[in-house]
């Protein structure tokens, strides 16, 4: 942890990760999870699948963003409001009930989600209070109360500023999908439709390889578990 990958060399017999502090580690088997446009920045001096380095090398993340703020009551759930989340045109794509499950509390929170320029805009934004405060009151023109129950406290995610991730979750343009279809963790009860994303013992997991999930948290948990599994096999191989 708090280690930034610079290099990933292949040796003899495992591979060697460098890291931007000056240290190094050697590995007979490496998972890859991080996103291809911060990987694309990173040495890999390994042989990979000519397709494989260009899928890195094109995929990018989507901008999006999340304003989450506090409220001491939850307003949202009256007669003109919502219980789950509205779509809009007020400068946030969407608005959704954060603490839908907290049924013993009284208060609450809203997550205002930022797509695109919004999104991309925000890491400019210095004094977000004002922007939550803009959001807040474009809301209670439709449900009443939302001014009155803002608490003063919010959090606002930095997906898109971050040096780390760049954006939000893959975003795929035309294309994309059928081009590198084949390069994605497939999980089925069919062994021919299984699919597994790995160039010998470089393994790559992650939301953006899931073929059921990508865009979704659900899609890294996957595929994790599955780049789990594959080492699990690898090394089961080597001892046998």
């Not at 109360?145 to 979750?169: D, M, R």
Request: glycine share 10%.
């Amino acid at each position: 942890l708090g280690m930034r990958l610079t290099e990933i060399k292949q040796q003899a017999k495992n591979f060697r990760l460098s890291f931007a502090n000056q240290t190094n580690v050697e590995a007979d088997l490496v998972i890859i999870a991080i996103p291809f446009p911060v990987l694309s920045g990173i040495k890999i001096n390994a042989p990979l699948p000519q397709l494989l380095g260009r899928f890195i090398a094109e995929a990018e993340l989507g901008s999006n963003e999340k304003l989450l703020v506090r409220f001491s009551k939850r307003f949202w759930r009256q007669r003109n409001g919502f219980t789950n989340a509205a779509w809009s045109d007020m400068g946030f794509s969407e608005v959704w009930d954060a603490t839908s499950r907290q049924l013993t509390r009284n208060d609450g929170a809203l997550n205002f989600f930022l797509g695109g320029d919004k999104a991309r805009q925000l890491k400019d934004i210095k004094d977000t209070s004002k922007l939550t405060k803009q959001f807040v009151s474009k809301l209670s023109q439709f449900i009443s109360g939302a001014s009155e129950a803002i608490s003063g406290q919010f959090l606002v995610s930095g997906w898109t500023k971050n040096n780390l991730t760049t954006g939000g979750y893959a975003n795929y343009k035309p294309g994309e999908l059928t081009r590198f279809g084949s390069l994605f963790w497939v999980e089925s009860d069919i062994p021919e439709e299984r699919q597994q994303v790995n160039a010998g013992n470089l393994i790559f997991s992650g939301e953006h390889l899931s073929d059921a999930y990508y865009g979704f948290m659900n899609g890294g948990a996957q595929t994790g578990r599955l780049a789990a599994q594959l080492v699990s096999e690898k090394i089961a191989t080597a001892k046998g």
